[in-house]
């Protein structure tokens, strides 16, 4: 259900070209079942209306001024002034809820944050190189980047606990690598079935990328990054 205070064919608009297709194309390659309960998209014109309406009827206070995921009220509340970006983002978080609820943080934020920058590739949803990059360039080139043992064994906690963003920036831009390898999808379809078996994703990611030389990897992985063009 998307509610919204912007003119109504508005609302509509966003409901249909970036809501409908955005889900669609989600569960196209990665999300068999929608969420159990009815899901609220509340799109505040601005963000005077954003924090006016999230303290009002949810009792929130917004930690970002983009929009998120209230898992336990069912609800996406997005500033959607600030684009449709981060409200594909969001809409990843409980389709994942759904699907994988054991999704460990980096995969659940890597695949968000992959689309909120998104268009379409032979039918596909198809994630763009985004304002992500430069900080991740920086963090590889002082060298303070995670292995991606230690990336994917993070906790939730720990996950979030960074201010500058590296990890969300990592996730996504390992997620956009295996993308443009055609193998994200396989990737993701083998560790939701093999999750028991590796909690973290690390070994079905070794496996899919086919390397036992992870450390080789993430050398060629930073090069990749590096030539990256925002």
Known sequence: MVVGDEPEPVVKERAQSTIKWAVEKLKQ?????DPSLIL??????????????????????PTTPY?????????VIMNIATGGGTLVHELVHPMIEANFPDCPAWLNEGLGSLYEQCD??????????????????????????????TLTSLNANDFYNDDRGVNYAE?????????????LV????????????????????????????????QKDWEKFVIGLRN
């Open 67 to 75: 929009g998120y995921y209230s898992s336990s009220h069912k609800a």
């Open 40 to 61: 609220d998209i509340w799109l505040f014109k601005d963000a005077e209306s954003y924090n006016k309406h999230t303290r009002l009827i949810f009792n929130d206070k």
């Open 171 to 183: 996730s996504r831009y390992l997620c956009y690598y295996l993308q443009e390898k055609g193998l």
């Open 29 to 33: 390659d990665f999300f068999a079942k």
């Open 120 to 149: 379409e590739r032979d039918g596909h949803i198809y994630g763009l190189v985004n304002w992500r990059l430069p900080g991740l360039q920086e963090a590889i080139k002082a060298g303070t980047v995670k292995s991606f043992k």
């Open 186 to 217: 396989s990737f993701y379809r083998r560790f939701h079935t093999q999750q028991k078996k590796d909690p973290t994703g690390y070994q079905t990611l070794v496996t899919v990328l086919g390397t036992p030389n992870m450390e080789r990897f």
